[in-house]
T-cell receptor, first 109, second 113 residues
Framework: AQRVTQPEKLLSVFKGAPVELKCNYS??????LFWYVQYSRQRLQLLLR??SRESIKGFTADLNKGETSFHLKKPFAQEEDSAMYYC???????????FGTGTRLLVSP | NAGVMQNPRHLVRRRGQEARLRCSPM?????VYWYRQLPEEGLKFMVY????????ESGMPKERFSAEFPKEGPSILRIQQVVRGDSAAYFC???????????FGPGTRLTVL
């Protein structure tokens, strides 16, 4: 079965520190991976997707099929990065997203 | 474009009552998805609809839950005879045809007393 695991419920760092939010998945085919973010009092929004290979707000994520991981990284965290981050997987050929339980990132000054 | 709209934002029902949750997709979007988020859990897929058609309802509970997306008007998620375990946040998302990006609404928080 498809599964997305985000092992950390809370990640607390200081401003300027590097950040890595972990995401592992289990899926036998070729999944599409996404990171969604929810800032305080805002709706869930797409941050980035692995097929785009782009950097958004300084965040990057590389799909590692050998380790079945899609960790989200940023070299220097900012206070405005504080939010809830969800990793999600989409089965190729289907439309539904499978979400992890989320990691709350707290960036302190 | 106003974004995906959901109403009500908060809904309180007593056990045994019916809950109706509405979702208006973004303009030009013909695909709608419903997800449920229980406390301390991630969003769980419930159902995927296109206009007048249910495409994938593999995440819908077999009883009491139904969804529709009529030709005109919003998509409706209907929960009959609610129980305390139905208390959750229900999110709707929409997308245009032939795209993977789903745009989420603000959610409806259902509380069953």
């Amino acid at each position: 079965a498809q599964r997305v695991t985000q092992p950390e419920k809370l990640l607390s760092v200081f401003k300027g520190a590097p950040v890595e939010l972990k995401c592992n998945y289990s899926y036998s085919g070729s999944p599409e991976l996404f990171w969604y973010v929810q800032y305080s009092r805002q709706r869930l929004q797409l941050l980035l997707r692995h097929i785009s290979r782009e950097s958004i707000k300084g965040f990057t994520a590389d799909l590692n099929k050998g380790e079945t991981s899609f960790h989200l990284k940023k070299p220097f965290a900012q206070e405005e990065d504080s939010a809830m981050y969800y990793c999600a997987l989409k089965d190729t050929g289907f439309q539904k997203l499978v979400f992890g339980t989320g990691t709350r990132l707290l960036v302190s000054p | 474009n106003a974004g995906v709209m959901q109403n009500p934002r908060h809904l309180v029902r007593r056990r045994g009552q019916e809950a109706r949750l509405r979702c208006s997709p973004m303009k030009g979007h013909s695909h709608v998805y419903w997800y449920r988020q229980l406390p301390e859990e991630g969003l769980k897929f419930m159902v995927y609809l296109q206009k007048e058609n249910i495409i994938d309802e593999s995440g819908m509970p077999k009883e009491r839950f139904s969804a529709e997306f009529p030709k005109e008007g919003p998509s409706i998620l209907r929960i009959q005879q609610v129980v305390r375990g139905d208390s959750a946040a229900y999110f709707c998302a929409s997308s245009p045809p032939a795209t993977d990006t789903q745009y989420f609404g603000p959610g409806t928080r259902l509380t069953v007393l």
